[in-house]
Every structure is written in C-alpha cells, then in structure tokens.
C-alpha cells in the first residue's frame, strides 16, 4: 500500500512551458486534493474532486486544470507556467471520514 | 468564512522544555480541527484531530491538543521537546459535509529545538 505518490519530485520549467502534475492513489479514496505551498503562507486549495468525473475550483484555481478520470489518477496540468507558480505541490486523498492523506509533493520552479 | 490564525511564524525552545504552539480558528459552526506536522522536504503528517467528544485530544510522537469552543482555540502541546521534533506545524480546521471536506490551513509554526 504505497499511499499517495506524486511525480516528479522536482521540476524546473521555462515560462510560457507547459507540464503534468501526476498524482495516484491506491487507497480507493473518493476524494482528492491538490494543494500549493508557499514559504510563510501555509497550503492553499487549488482544485478538489469528489469522485471520478467530478472536479471543483478551490481557493486558488487560476492556471491551472484538472481532471479525474478514474479513482486512483488526479493530475494536475499547468498551462503557460508563469513564475508566480513556483512552489511545492501537495496532492491529498481522503476517504468517506475526514482524515487527508498527503502525498510527499513536487516542487516547481519557473525560470 | 473560516480562518485559522497560528500564533508566531517561529518557536524556539531548549530540548526538554514544553512545547507550545497556538492556534485560533473563525468558524461560524464547530468545525473539525487538525495538527499536521512537515518535517524538511516532506509531506503532511497527521499528528492528530479533533472531531467529536472529548476536547483533550492525544496524537503521535507524545503531543496532544485541547478544543476550547469559547476561545475557539485548538492549541498543540508537548510536555518534553526532543531534537526531532524539529519542524514546521500546520493547524488545519475543517466543515466536514461542507465544501466536500476541504481542508483550511493556517500559515504554519516552525519549531526549532536547541539542545
């Protein structure tokens, strides 16, 4: 049972380059979240998704897309990276109870 | 709309002493409310939660935390700080049933512990 993985674990982008943000769960966790993290400001909400086929907007959304095709895949795509989205991405999963579980992350740096 | 608010960016504290980190969430309902811990160029780890019940709450690694609904407050101690304990904490509150369970965090409190 590895949990939630991510991949890769570092990555660094070009502005105006594009990229996938994989994240899999094997956990058979309806529920999945995709986090940023910058120094000082704690982890904000970028996209959530209750089930396959189902995905919402979050706190911070813009620049980015998801989608969820089956249980276990939530990847999150970055289109025309701008440096305002370095950081360190943290996807989540949960069950029908309330606990995340947290994958180890990627970290993103736009040049 | 609810917040969470933890209280210094930075602790420090002498290997043994007692470990104090604070935290005070808005919430217009009684929320749900998490401790994760990071250690260096790690994921979050769930060092406890709060959901129902008793407000005295015990987690991993010896901590545990008290739910105060008058102080709206969720404060993380420890009676004996260890070297390892060294890291960044996040408070997290939660409205379980409402937006699907998404997690609120605060901006994280970094323990260092000086031996």
């Known amino acids: 049972n590895a949990g939630v993985t991510q991949t890769p674990k570092f990555r660094i982008l070009k502005i105006g380059q594009s990229m996938t943000l994989q994240c899999t769960q094997d956990m058979n966790h309806n529920y999945m979240y995709w986090y940023r993290q910058d120094p000082g400001m704690g982890l904000k909400l970028i996209y959530y998704?209750?089930?396959?086929?189902?995905?919402d907007k979050g706190e911070v959304p813009n620049g980015y897309n998801v989608s969820r095709s089956t249980t276990e895949d939530f990847p999150l795509r970055l289109e025309l990276a701008a440096p305002s989205q370095t950081s360190v991405y943290f996807c989540?999963?949960?069950?029908?109870?309330?606990?995340?579980?947290f994958g180890p992350g990627t970290r993103l740096t736009v040049l | 709309a609810q917040s969470v608010t933890q209280l210094g960016s930075h602790v420090s504290v002498s290997e043994g002493a007692l470990v104090l980190l604070r935290c005070n969430y808005s919430s217009s309902v009684p929320p749900y409310l998490f401790w994760y811990v990071q250690y260096p160029n790690q994921g979050l780890q769930l060092l406890l939660k709060y959901t129902t019940g008793a407000t005295l709450v015990k987690g991993i690694n010896g901590f545990e935390a008290e739910f105060k609904k008058s102080e709206t407050s969720f404060h993380l101690t420890k009676p004996s700080a260890h070297m390892s304990d060294a890291a960044e904490y996040f408070c997290a509150v939660s409205l379980y049933g409402g937006s699907q369970g998404n997690l609120i965090f605060g901006k994280g409190t970094k323990l260092s512990v000086k031996p």
């Open positions: 998704s209750v089930g396959a086929g189902i995905t």
């Open positions: 989540a999963s949960r069950p029908e109870t309330i606990t995340q579980y």
